[in-house]
């Protein structure tokens, strides 16, 4: 079931939420990003910055920032513990009514605090709002929207969206979880390193319902060389394998029926192999040489990942167009043609997928 409607009004009591933001070697963005924290409007807002052993200057600029402001803590970690067991060391300490994790180097767009957190205000069974990340690379570009408006879905709906897509529709910085239901829904699952956000919103859906902010950006996220994304996190076999690994963590540990258990991981598995197949033609697609070393994978890894997850692989569309390019020189005119097509249909698919998670959110 999807619940469309107007942003609720502000509650009498501002409400109170905590910011962690995890920082290694992200000095020369913190400034930033506690300024697109504490100039947060109609929220009372607290800020926890935790340095993990950064060799750059991250340690002395947080406390500057620490120094001017009162809400500002920080912790310094003497040795660098990780991502994951620095977000699960500061997320419980939360006493404030919702909690946000944002990296140092992404911001929070103005007034995405207020409109989160009025909708959770307005209805005790959510407990999880996301809106649409704005991706920059040196300075976000500030959209003027006059009308902002929520969706909201139960939990069990929002999660079969999820499975469908294949791909995670909350990136991380737009997402404001209530306190409470966090604690119940747990923290991140250190076996998952690269894929730990999607299999924690899949959780936390499924012990509260989730909405979106619709319109206006939730949220910067930053996009550069040096981000965990495209260092430790690179190429398309190792990001489906990880994908699948937290969806299959998810089910594991998920009270559900075995007759659904199945029907989300047939889904999953389904859109993975076609994800699979789509990237090996793109790396074979004569008008894209060296796509292979671009995403890391080499194509026939990446199409045995594909076979072996998904037994009626060769129904899928992707798998026919692949089909017909591994035949190259000796491809007739009727498999180039066919080749064409899908990669035509390839990209629609791409494109339509795209619109439907930017504008409605899934």
Do not use: K
């Not at 910011?19 to 990003?33: E, I, M, Q, S, T």
């Not at 402001?69 to 970690?77: A, E, G, L, T």
Request: charge should be positive; hydrophobic fraction near 45%; glycine fraction near 6%.
């Amino acid at each position: 079931m999807m619940r469309i409607g107007t942003l609720p009004p502000r509650p009498a009591v501002p409400a109170t939420v905590l910011v962690v933001v995890p920082c290694y070697n992200y000095g020369r963005y913190l400034r930033a990003c506690a300024d697109s924290i504490l100039s947060q409007e109609g929220v009372a807002v607290e800020m926890l910055i935790m340095d993990d052993a950064s060799t750059d200057d991250s340690a002395a600029i947080a406390a500057e920032i620490a120094a001017a402001d009162p809400r500002v803590r920080v912790v310094s970690h003497p040795v660098n513990r990780g991502h994951i067991q620095t977000y699960n060391e500061a997320l419980p300490t939360a006493t404030s009514d919702y909690v946000v994790l944002l990296s140092a180097d992404d911001l929070l767009a103005p007034g995405a605090l207020d409109r989160a957190t009025r909708i959770m205000a307005a209805d005790r069974r959510i407990g999880l709002v996301y809106g649409h990340p704005q991706e920059f690379s040196t300075a976000p570009v500030t959209r003027t929207v006059r009308f902002a408006s929520r969706t909201a879905w139960r939990g069990s709906r929002w999660i079969d969206h999820q499975f469908d897509r294949g791909l995670s529709i909350i990136h991380s910085p737009e997402a404001v979880v209530r306190t409470s239901v966090h604690r119940q829904a747990g923290w991140y699952r250190p076996e998952l390193p690269h894929s730990g956000d999607l299999e924690l919103w899949l959780r936390i859906a499924a012990v509260a319902d989730v909405a979106r902010v619709n319109g206006p950006d939730q949220a910067y996220r930053r996009v550069h060389d040096e981000s965990m994304m495209r260092t430790r996190f690179s190429g398309a076999l190792r990001d489906l394998v990880e994908r699948r690994r937290a969806y299959e963590s998810f089910l594991d540990g998920a009270a559900l029926s075995p007759r659904r258990t199945a029907r989300l991981r047939r889904l999953m598995n389904r859109r993975l192999a076609a994800e699979a197949f789509g990237w090996a033609c793109a790396m074979t697609e004569e008008l894209q040489p060296g796509l292979a070393d671009v995403v890391g994978a080499d194509a026939a890894d990446v199409v045995a990942f594909g076979e072996s997850i998904y037994p009626g692989f060769r129904g899928l569309a992707a798998w026919r167009e692949l089909d017909a390019r591994s035949r190259g020189p000796a491809m007739t005119r009727v498999d180039r043609a066919g080749a064409r097509a899908g990669a035509a249909l390839r990209e629609l698919s791409g494109r339509l997928r795209w619109r439907r998670w930017r504008y409605l959110g899934y």
